[in-house]
């Protein structure tokens, strides 16, 4: 699995690397930095959550992308938790290439200030990671290469913006990316201030 996910990605950077649970979180304890992680919960050697909750302590942000025989719903709740992504293996070669595309946009966000701003708002919105994922691709990418860098249809495209602009109350993409700009500019605490418009809405839920 390890050597056919690696052929996959590698069209995409010339550089990955494969590990078992001992050396990845001996990697992770380097200070490596990496451009996204496809993680094996059940490897042989451990679990893949360890690697993941010592990923999100180095990189908090990074996409990763979650490997499971059964995806049963614990699983999914706790991908969740870490804002990962969850494909079954065995995993299409298409689902590995729309998430290394992904991966490579999240790079485009030059202001770790920003995803601090953009992940504090929607916590409170109550956005789902791939809501949130499609908010945070918003910032650097046009509507058209969003739909492709999240590798979905375009009707699935605005059926994740409908969601998300209903959850914050706003009225589009663009004025809620201007406002979250703005907040990023002022500061990473100004991450706080930004106004979630449908918050009566969700303080119900």
């Not at 990697?27 to 959550?49: H, K, N, Q, R, Y």
């Not at 969740?80 to 485009?108: D, I």
């Not at 700009?181 to 839920?205: I, Y």
């Amino acid at each position: 699995m390890a050597q056919w996910v690696s052929r996959i990605l590698t069209r995409f950077r010339p550089v990955v690397s494969t590990c078992t649970v001992g050396a990845a979180c001996r990697v992770l304890a380097s200070g490596e930095v990496f451009t996204g992680v496809v993680v094996d919960i059940g490897l042989p050697d451990g679990t893949g959550w360890e690697v993941i909750e010592r990923l999100r302590i180095v990189q908090p942000h990074v996409p990763t992308l979650v490997l499971t025989g059964h995806l049963e719903p614990e699983v999914v709740h706790r991908a969740n938790h870490f804002r990962a992504e969850v494909s079954v293996k065995p995993c299409e070669s298409l689902t590995l290439a729309a998430f290394a595309q992904r991966a490579m946009a999240h790079e485009g966000v030059p202001d770790g200030r920003l995803l601090d701003v953009v992940t504090q708002f929607s916590s409170r919105a109550g956005l789902t990671p791939r809501e949130t994922e499609t908010l945070v691709l918003s910032l650097t990418v046009t509507r058209e290469e969003l739909q492709k860098c999240l590798g979905i249809s375009e009707n699935t495209l605005k059926s994740l913006v409908r969601g998300v602009l209903q959850k914050t109350g706003y009225p589009s993409m663009d004025i809620l990316v201007k406002t979250l700009l703005l907040a990023a500019l002022k500061g990473a605490s100004a991450g706080a201030s930004v106004e979630v418009r449908a918050r009566g809405g969700l303080d119900g839920e």
